[in-house]
Structure formats: C-alpha cells, structure tokens
C-alpha cells in the first residue's frame, strides 16, 4: 500500500520511517510511504504556503492553491488516491477506519499547519479526519499516528498476524491484560489460569477479562458491539444492564 504524505515537513517522518515495524514494513515492500514537499507545488520566489486570514485575526492560514495543485499532480499517477485531510474539526479517526483503509491501495494524507487550511481545499478531499479532541501543531503527528494504525492492520507487517486479532477495539472491546515473566512481580502474581495450560480456560479469561476492563474503562462501546448470550450473563453479573 502507498501512503502518501503532503506536508511543508517532509523531514518529520525520516526517524519514524527508520525504526521498528514501519521500517521493516518498508523494506519488505508491504508498504510504500512518501513524504511529499508542498512546497514543491509553490511558484514564487519564497515557495509561499500561507497567507494572512481573511477577516482579520491572528497567525497564518495555508493558500489553497499549491494543496490543489499538488492534488491534481498526485492523482495523475494510478493507483487513484483516497485523500484525507487533517483537521480538528474531522471526523473521529477510530479503528474501524483503519481497518477499511489498509484494504486501500493508496492514501494520501494532507497535513495541515498554522490556523489551518483554507476551507475551500475541502472540495477537493474524500474525508476530513481528527485523531482527537485536542490541537496539535499541525498534521504530521496526526499523519504518523494513522500511518500507523492503518500499516500495522496490512497482512504481513505484524510479525504474528492475530495479535492484531486481539487488540483493543479489534473486537470493539479492550484488549484483556497481558503480562510475562517473572510470575511474581513485587508481590503481584500473574494470574494463574494463564500458567495453567488450559487454552479454552486461557480463552475465556481473556474474554471475560476484556468485558471487564471495557465496563470499567469504556462502557460506552459496549453499546455498539454484538453480545452474547453469556457475554450479557457475565456483564449482568457485574451489575450492567443493556438499557445504561
Ligand atoms: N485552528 C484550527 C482549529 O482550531 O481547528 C487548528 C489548526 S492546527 C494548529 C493546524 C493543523 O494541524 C490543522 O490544519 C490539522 O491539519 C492539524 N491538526 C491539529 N490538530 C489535529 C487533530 N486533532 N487531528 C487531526 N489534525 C490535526
């Protein structure tokens, strides 16, 4: 898959590119990613990017006229693009989304920076995406974070292919906790139906587990994911009932 970047910080994404699963990703040719210069889609003498607000206000906001253009340029080349652009105000980046986007041949991520984008450029974009409620800098951050999310969801770039299987959200819920050597750890033992050998024992630990921590932590995604029966009976023992 090709991941292309548009960014005025192409720089940004050299020590990321080198390290870990990306990098091996990158060297088994499972994925492409190119940061792309803006820049190199300006005309004048100072490869100008922004422009000061209409209306007045402070900082600067970035000119539609090289983030089309280099659109325009990009999408010559097969295999067509779906284009994100990044901006606080998107839709919620989750991985359902990760998971439809590493079926993709090609993303082209836009990276905003300063006040933002001009809001025509959005004409021109399939998707406008946040990855939180909260303002970065600009986008690159945000570029690298579903870079990632979406890579690690191709086949092959996991070294084992269910773990990502077994992630958190994968199944709409949190992922059970993990732990390793030693088994006791200051007093704290590691649980011992996961030193028992009993892989159907193991399986519904972790399942009953997982149902647990997500009560805990996120009761909201348990309205969105299929049940069953002895899911609901489980949780029912916790105390929650479907209707909260
Ligand atoms: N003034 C904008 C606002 O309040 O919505 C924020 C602009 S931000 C400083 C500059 C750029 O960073 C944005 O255009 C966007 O590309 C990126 N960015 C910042 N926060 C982001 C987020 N939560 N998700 C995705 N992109 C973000």
Redesign the pocket.
Known sequence: MLFDILTIFPGFFSSPLQDGLLSKAIQKDLIQVRPINLRDFTHDRHNTVDDRPYGGGE?MV?KPEPIYEALETLRTEPPAPYVV??????RL?HQEMAHEWAGLERLLI????????DERVARFVDTE???????????E??ALVILEAVARLIPGVLGCETSSQRDSFSDGLLESPCYTRPPDFLGQRVPEVLLSGDHARIARWRREQSLLVTLQRRPDLLKSIELSETDREFLEMLGWSCDT
């Open positions: 900082g970035m652009l990044l901006s606080p105000r998107g980046f836009v990276c905003g920076r300063y006040e933002g984008i995406v946040s990855i939180g409620d909260y303002v970065l800098f600009g986008g951050a945000a």
